[in-house]
């Protein structure tokens, strides 16, 4: 590397430095709940494991006897080796696929097969993003992308790629309907196609979209498609554990449903349920899904197990929700500088604990990991600026009295 270049990273790094917002990797073992950081036992209040799967070994010892009783012949692969398209599209991934169909039709309620959806699994949610939304706007059709104003950087990402002489995009204000309406009826008669995205819980703040209220809009314009990314809501919302639009009774409404295994499900990879010509459609023009090699089937083997349980933990979906209640009515009591708890509705495991400061935010989250708490401090450019947080995340392990532990430092 040529030693100018070096010299300004290096600067780069340094005024990064000063601003609060250089980035490391943490050296970190896992111990059920837990992690261990610089040789200090923490309960684990960052992660997505929401309901806390990824630690569970007598989970995992089943799957282990599961599959020991498999026939060789039938013993997942370590590997898929290639891509889809080539060798890699093993038998447990077209069950996979399969049996999200299924699940997702128990979810909906709907037998029929005009509402049915085709399941495509791919290797990430940010692969999904980043590969959905060009493949769906690679036709020579004028578009228009209303995306909200806080959906996760992979969606941006793909709203950028997919950005050509036909399609344009703007972004509404965080869950503001009635901006987006205004954006909607400013959309002009040339515009053939409408795409509205929008996370269904998000990442940062730990609130929810109003699907019931964008299935309205949808069904004022016929141009209107809606993109839902159900990334933090799977398994933690609904019977089936199938997300938000599961529980707002708007699965059968929504064009793209986007979900990820690698939160809930602690396992990795992510899907899609769409129209089946719309996923044909991908498999032929999805880039990360035709030039990366599949996951292992191995990995589809766990997911398929996990997936078979989801039903089954509505108990720890419930115990998740009164937790996170708990922990929300003491924050927005402490931003109220109120002492009497306030009546805060549950919107997820995800409690967002603002700060604005940076260095005030990086103090607090040093208290709580001295307190035994593994938290975290989020500054910007991941949030924007002066709303730097400790994203306080709930999992269905955290006792009740770990909950009322937290709040005692909080």
């Given amino acids: ?100 169909e299924q699940w997702y039709e128990v979810a909906a309620g709907k037998k029929d097969s005009a509402s049915k959806k085709a399941a495509l699994v791919i290797n990430s949610g940010y692969h999904a993003n980043i590969g959905i939304l060009p493949a769906l706007t690679a036709l020579p059709v004028k578009t228009l992308i209303l995306a909200d104003k806080l959906v996760h950087a992979s969606i941006i990402d793909g709203i950028r790629l997919s950005q050509n002489k036909a399609c344009t995009y703007r972004r509404y204000r965080h869950n503001d309907y009635e901006h987006l309406a205004m954006l909607l009826a400013q959309a002009e008669d040339t515009v053939e196609r409408i795409i509205i995205i929008t996370e269904s819980i998000f990442s940062m703040d730990g609130d929810r979209a109003d699907l019931p209220a964008l299935v309205r809009l949808k069904a004022q314009d016929a141009r209107i498609e809606l993109y839902v990314d159900e990334a933090h809501a799977v398994g933690v919302l609904g019977k089936q554990g199938c997300g938000l639009a599961e529980e707002t009774q708007t699965l059968a409404d929504i064009d793209y449903v986007v979900g990820t295994f690698g939160k809930a499900f602690a396992s990795i990879g992510a899907y899609i349920l769409c129209d089946d010509t719309v996923k044909s459609w991908l498999v032929n023009h999805m880039r990360p899904l035709i030039f990366s090699t599949a996951l292992p089937p191995i990995n589809h083997a766990w997911t398929r197990f996990i997936l078979t349980k989801m039903p089954e933990l509505q108990a720890s979906r419930q115990h998740l929700a009164q937790i996170s209640v708990q922990l929300g009515q003491t924050i927005s009591s402490s931003h109220q500088a109120s002492s009497a708890p306030q009546d805060v509705s549950y919107q997820s495991p995800i409690v967002p604990y603002i700060l604005g400061d940076n260095a005030k935010t990086i103090t607090k989250a040093a208290q709580l990991q001295a307190a035994g708490f593994y938290a975290l401090p989020i500054r910007p450019p991941t949030v924007p600026a002066n709303t730097a947080r400790i994203r306080l995340v709930m999992n269905a392990k955290i006792t009740t009295e770990d909950c009322a532990r937290l709040i005692e430092y909080l």
Avoid: C, W
Wanted: glycine fraction near 4%; avoid cysteine.
């Fill in 1 to 100: 590397m040529l030693a100018p270049i070096h010299d300004r990273l290096k600067a780069e790094l340094a005024h990064l430095k000063e601003q609060q917002q250089y980035r490391q990797l943490p050296n970190l073992e896992h111990q059920g709940r837990h992690v261990i950081s610089n040789s200090k036992k923490l309960l684990n209040i960052a992660s997505n494991d929401y309901l806390g799967l990824g630690g569970d070994t007598a989970l995992q010892h089943e799957f282990f006897e599961y599959l020991q009783q498999l026939p060789a012949t039938d013993f997942p692969k370590m590997s898929a080796t290639s891509s889809r398209l080539l060798t890699g599209n093993d038998a447990q991934l077209q069950l996979l696929e399969e049996e999200l």
